[in-house]
């Protein structure tokens, strides 16, 4: 009778401690998934929050058959428009349209050759014309705007522009105006050992300024539109002049690819745009064996600005990229305080 007892009571030990260790796994299992629903909160609970944790856990999973190591985990995100607002105007340009207007002031007869001409004039259409990359077209105000600085002068004028120049729709100053859901998605995919990288079609030194302050990438991972320099050594010492000349390819469109391939050697697998200036960087990335194309599409009239919505939208469809919402999606846009 007492060995049935003790053979009742291992038994029953046996199952209480498989029944323990199953609500441990469970409680576990809960645990983990409530911390990555907690690491995307501003992110609404839908299907696009659930789809970037499926992929991110399917890369990180060593029993995955789509598992990557640290080092192959690259993501390439666009920055205006994906990461900071880039409308009325991109900084990049607001600050560039800014210096020109500086310039006219100081010696007014700029105004009488291109491009000075169409900023003092304010004939934004010109730029239309003559098309964004040529000699005086859109993108050649970066150049006039910073012609014979040094990189030490021009970061200051760049960090004095962020310091004292305010967005007119919501009052404060444009490093404001970075998207607190894609600044959690980068936290978010760190943490989980993927080495990010920005892909920008504004100038590289003015995008490494706006992520010291705002977005936390190393410098080294930023990939922009490059201004050619020229080492100078002079009487008070030796600095990078800015030269009236662009490395090539400008890092826009097409050029995007061709600049991650030549930075950095090795192919995304994971990008996050917002318009057909990534379109070629998104397409490349489908070349890697398992991705993930992410387009931010501004539908959110309220709390940023709605534009372009149904062509990307279509886009999406079209090639195979999933749409994230502002409106749907974002919890909240800015933390403008």
Request: hydrophobic share 35%.
């Amino acid at each position: 009778m007492n060995r049935i007892l003790l053979i009742l009571l291992i038994a029953t030990s046996f199952i209480s401690f498989v029944a323990c260790s199953q609500d441990g796994k469970e409680e576990k299992k809960q645990s983990k998934t409530s911390s990555k629903e907690e690491a995307l909160s501003l992110w609404n609970d839908n299907e696009v929050k659930a789809k970037i944790i499926s992929f991110v856990d399917s890369i990180t999973d060593k029993n995955s058959p789509h598992y990557l190591t640290p080092s192959n985990r690259v993501v390439m995100f666009d920055m205006d428009g994906t990461i900071l607002a880039e409308r009325p105007m991109y900084a990049i340009f607001d600050f560039a349209l800014r210096e020109l207007s500086s310039k006219i002031k100081k010696n007014p007869e700029l105004k009488n050759k291109q491009p000075y001409k169409a900023v003092a004039e304010k004939d934004m259409g010109y730029f239309k014309k003559v098309g964004f990359a040529s000699e005086t077209g859109i993108y050649s105000v970066l150049l006039f705007a910073s012609d014979g600085d040094s990189e030490i002068e021009y970061a200051k004028k760049v960090r004095n522009y962020f310091n004292t120049v305010k967005n007119k729709r919501f009052g404060v100053s444009n490093k404001k105006l970075v998207y607190k859901p894609t600044l959690q998605l980068i936290k978010y995919l760190q943490k989980n050992k993927f080495d990010i990288y920005i892909s920008t079609g504004s100038e590289i030194q003015f995008a490494r300024i706006i992520n010291e302050d705002m977005i936390g990438i190393p410098a080294e991972n930023i990939i922009g539109t490059t201004v050619l320099t020229k080492w100078v050594q002079t009487d008070s010492g030796a600095f990078h002049i800015r030269q009236h000349q662009f490395i090539q390819p400008i890092n826009d469109k097409d050029g995007k690819p061709v600049n991650i391939k030549n930075k950095i050697g090795k192919q995304p697998i994971m990008v996050v745009g917002n318009s057909m200036g990534d379109y070629h960087m998104l397409e490349y990335s489908k070349q890697a064996d398992y991705s993930l194309q992410i387009v931010i599409n501004h539908d959110d009239a309220d709390r940023e600005y709605s534009y372009n919505a149904e062509e990307m939208k279509k886009a999406c469809k079209e090639n195979g990229w999933f749409e994230v919402s502002m409106k749907k999606d974002f919890k909240k846009v800015f933390e403008k305080k």
